[in-house]
C-alpha cells in the first residue's frame, strides 16, 4: 500500500493556492486523516529535531555550513515556488486578455445589430395604431406593420440586455484582470528580493567554505567518519520505515476488516453450496539480499525518469537515474575513508536537475551531517529512494511527487568536495544496488 502523508515541514515557504473541493459526504473521512496526519507530521517532526540534537552533540567542521546550506536551499526553494506562481499569474492574465478580445469583438457584433434594428425603426416610423386606422388603410397590413414594429422593439430591448451584460463582464475582466496584475508585480518583487538574498548567502557560504576546506577535507579523511555517517543514515531509514508503517497499518485496518467479512461470508457460502474447499492462503518468498560486487569504472548517465504507473518494484530494469552526469561512485564498490559504496555517486554541474525517479511521497527533507542537503521519497511497499548533497531542496514532506519530477538541484552540501547527486536506494531499510534497476543505455 502505498504511503500517504499530506503536511508540510517546517520553516517552508507559502506554495501557490490550489483550489481543493470536497463533498460533505467525505468531510468525516478527510477529518479523521488530518487527525492521523497531524500526529505523523508530530512525529516525523521530533525525529527530525532529535537528529539535530544528535549533531550538535558532536562538532563537525562540515556543520559550520549547515545554516547557510539550509536558508540556500529554503531560498530556492522560495523562487522556485515564485516563479511557478509568476507562471501561473502569467498565463491568467494572458487568458483574461483572451476573454477580454472575445467579448470586444462580440459587443461589436451587437452594437451593429443595434444599428441596423434602430435604423429600420427610423425608416418604419413610430405611427400610432389609432392614426393608422383613421387614416383608412388597409387592415391586414396595418396589423402587419404593427407586430413588425414590436418584433423590431422587443428585439431592441433584448440586444440592449445583452449588450449591458457583455459591459458587465469586461468591468468585471477588467478589475480581474488588474487585481492580477498587482499580484504579479508584487511576485516579482519578492523574486528580485530573494535572489538578492540567495546570492548574498551564496557569498557567504563560498566565503566561509574557503575558511574551513582544509578541515573539512581531513575530516572527511578520517578513519570511521564515513562509517558514522553511513550509520546516522541507517539509523535514520530504520526510524522512518517503522513510521510509515505504523501509518500503513493503521490505514490498512479498516480494509483488512472489512476483507475479513467478505471472504466470511464468501466461505459459508461455498459451504452451503460445495463443503469447505480448504486454505487458499498464499505466501510471499522472503526477498533475497542482493550480492555487492564492486565496479571501479566510471558510466555516463545520459537520460532522466519519466513518468510511470504501477508499482515500484515492477519498474525494476526501466527506471532511471535522478540527474544526467558521470557515475563516479558505484555500489559495492570501496570508498576513501573506509566501507563500500552503499549507493551511487553521479557528477553533475551545481544547479541540475535532481528528478524523481518515480512516483511517490516526500518523507524527509532537511539537512543531514555527511549528506548535506537530503531529501528521501517513499515509493510504498518498503522502498526509499535516497537524494544526498543537494544545493536545494525543492519538495517539502509530505509533498507527492511523480517519475521525472524535479524535486531539487545539484550541488555539494555537506562539506563534499565535488558537485554531484549521492543516490540511494532502499527496501524495507537495506541498500540496493540503483543499476538494478536503472539502466544506463
Do not use: C
Amino acid at each position: 500500500m502505498a504511503t500517504m502523508l499530506a503536511f508540510s515541514g517546517p520553516g517552508s515557504a507559502r506554495p501557490a493556492a490550489e483550489k481543493r473541493t470536497a463533498s460533505p459526504v467525505a468531510a468525516p473521512e478527510i477529518a479523521e486523516k488530518q487527525a492521523d496526519l497531524g500526529e505523523l507530521r508530530s512525529r516525523i517532526e521530533g525525529l527530525r529535531k532529535e537528529l539535530s540534537t544528535s549533531e550538535e552533540n558532536k562538532a563537525d567542521a562540515a556543520d559550520r555550513l549547515r545554516e547557510s546550506e539550509r536558508k540556500i536551499s529554503l531560498l530556492q526553494r522560495e523562487l522556485h515556488d515564485l516563479t511557478e506562481s509568476r507562471s501561473q499569474l502569467q498565463r491568467k492574465l494572458k487568458n483574461l486578455e483572451q476573454q477580454s478580445q472575445e467579448l470586444g469583438a462580440t459587443l461589436g457584433q451587437q452594437q451593429a445589430q443595434l444599428e441596423k434594428l434602430l435604423y429600420k425603426q427610423y425608416l418604419r416610423g413610430t405611427p400610432d395604431s389609432l392614426q393608422l386606422l383613421l387614416n383608412g388603410d388597409d387592415p391586414n397590413q396595418m396589423a402587419r406593420d404593427l407586430h413588425y414594429l414590436s418584433a423590431i422593439a422587443l428585439s431592441r430591448a433584448e440586444l440592449m440586455g445583452e449588450i449591458n451584460a457583455t459591459l458587465d463582464r469586461k468591468k468585471v475582466l477588467a478589475a480581474d484582470a488588474k487585481a492580477r496584475a498587482a499580484e504579479l508585480a508584487d511576485v516579482e518583487a519578492e523574486q528580485q528580493k530573494r535572489h538578492a538574498e540567495l546570492q548574498k548567502q551564496r557569498e557567504e557560504r563560498k566565503a566561509l567554505y574557503a575558511q574551513i576546506s582544509s578541515k573539512v577535507n581531513a575530516q572527511r579523511k578520517e578513519i570511521g567518519n564515513l562509517q558514522q555517517n553511513e550509520k546516522r543514515l541507517s539509523n535514520l531509514i530504520d526510524r522512518l520505515s517503522r513510521i510509515l508503517a505504523a501509518q500503513a497499518a493503521q490505514a490498512a485496518k479498516a480494509a483488512k476488516a472489512a476483507e475479513a467479512a467478505r471472504q466470511a461470508a464468501q466461505q459459508q457460502k461455498e459451504k452451503t453450496l460445495a463443503g469447505n474447499t480448504g486454505d487458499r492462503g498464499e505466501t510471499r518468498p522472503p526477498i533475497a539480499t542482493e550480492p555487492s560486487r564492486p565496479r571501479q569504472v566510471e558510466s555516463e548517465n545520459r537520460y532522466e525518469p519519466v513518468a510511470s504507473n504501477g508499482s515500484f518494484a515492477r519498474q525494476r530494469g526501466s527506471l532511471r537515474l535522478p540527474v544526467r552526469g558521470t557515475v563516479s561512485g558505484r555500489f559495492g564498490a570501496p570508498r576513501d575513508g573506509g566501507g563500500t559504496w552503499r549507493g551511487l555517486f553521479i557528477r553533475a554541474g551545481s544547479g541540475s536537475e535532481v528528478k524523481a525517479i518515480a512516483n511517490g511521497r516526500v518523507v524527509f527533507s532537511e539537512w543531514m551531517r555527511g549528506f548535506g542537503n537530503l531529501l528521501i521519497v517513499d515509493h510504498g511497499d518498503a522502498y526509499l529512494s535516497i537524494y544526498g548533497n543537494n544545493d536545494s531542496l525543492l519538495k517539502q514532506v509530505g509533498q507527492s511527487v511523480k517519475g521525472g519530477e524535479t524535486v531539487a538541484t545539484v550541488g555539494n552540501s555537506g562539506g563534499n568536495p565535488e558537485s554531484g547527486l549521492y543516490f540511494e536506494l532502499r527496501h524495507q531499510g537495506q541498500p540496493i544496488d540503483p543499476l538494478k534497476w536503472a539502466s544506463l543505455k
